[in-house]
Nanobody, 112 residues
Framework: QVQLVESGGGLAQLGGSLRLSCKAS????????VDWHRQAPGQQRELVAR???????YYSDSVKGRFTISKDNVENTVYLQMNSLKPEDTGVYYC??????WGQGTQVTVSS
């Protein structure tokens, strides 16, 4: 069974950057649609970025211009580059891979 392993979370300061990774544990012929969601304390999980099988990217208004989603078909990995981080970006970030399910989540904390 293919598992999704997330990494790259941690503590960042206001205006800092982090890069999250979501890697499939087995080789996949092609990467289907992959989302990044986040869940802030006491809040519902929300979609922040999506990349389609064709490579088209979509972003929520709250992260547009600051976050970039990308994929590496050779490495079976999807990335979320997060720049100009704000305290409101704090939360647990989950990748959702169509056909495979959810990653385990990685904590991102942005301090002011």
């Amino acid at each position: 069974q293919v598992q999704l392993v997330e990494s790259g979370g941690g503590l960042a300061q206001l205006g800092g950057s982090l890069r999250l990774s979501c890697k499939a544990s087995h080789n996949i012929f092609s990467i289907s649609r992959v989302d990044w969601h986040r869940q802030a304390p006491g809040q519902q999980r929300e979609l922040v970025a999506r990349i389609t099988s064709g490579g088209e990217a979509y972003y929520s208004d709250s992260v547009k211009g600051r976050f970039t989603i990308s994929k590496d078909n050779v490495e079976n990995t999807v990335y979320l580059q997060m720049n100009s981080l704000k305290p409101e970006d704090t939360g647990v970030y989950y990748c959702y891979w169509l056909g495979l399910g959810w990653g385990q989540g990685t904590q991102v904390t942005v301090s002011s």
